[in-house]
Nanobody, 124 residues
Framework: QVQLVESGGGLVQAGGSLRLSCAAS????????MGWFRQAPGKEREFVAS????????VYADSVLGRFTISRDNAKKMMYLEMNSLKPEDTAVYYC?????????????????WGQGTQVTVSS
């Protein structure tokens, strides 16, 4: 069992930066592939980024590639999403999730545990 809590969301101007954090509980955090997803009002939840258990492999959505960086610290049971050059279209609730898949995955149905989300709002 893994419990996930996101933090770090807020209001930022376009072009600005934010760093999201995901704190995990449970002894097996380091064995999970982790991911970030987001959901804007009236839209489906979409994949943002994923990282393997070791941190050695990452996958990004095309829309954030080159602007966002996913990372993790297994000793601290933490995952992060560094977001730069933010755009109004990045506005959404951001969720962290844990998957038992061996490799990073974009599919929401392959994630077993989800956090409650943190709001990110980018003003133009």
């Amino acid at each position: 069992q893994v419990q996930l809590v996101e933090s770090g969301g807020g209001l930022v101007q376009a072009g600005g930066s934010l760093r999201l954090s995901c704190a995990a509980s449970g002894r097996t955090f380091s064995s999970y592939t982790m991911g970030w997803f987001r959901q804007a009002p009236g839209k489906e939840r979409e994949f943002v980024a994923s990282i393997s258990w070791s941190g050695g492999s990452t996958v990004y959505a095309d829309s954030v590639l080159g602007r966002f960086t996913i990372s993790r610290d297994n000793a601290k049971k933490m995952m992060y999403l560094e977001m730069n050059s933010l755009k109004p279209e990045d506005t959404a609730v951001y969720y962290c999730a844990a998957s038992r898949m061996v490799f990073p995955t974009k599919s929401t149905w392959e994630y077993n545990y989800w956090g409650q989300g943190t709001q990110v709002t980018v003003s133009s």
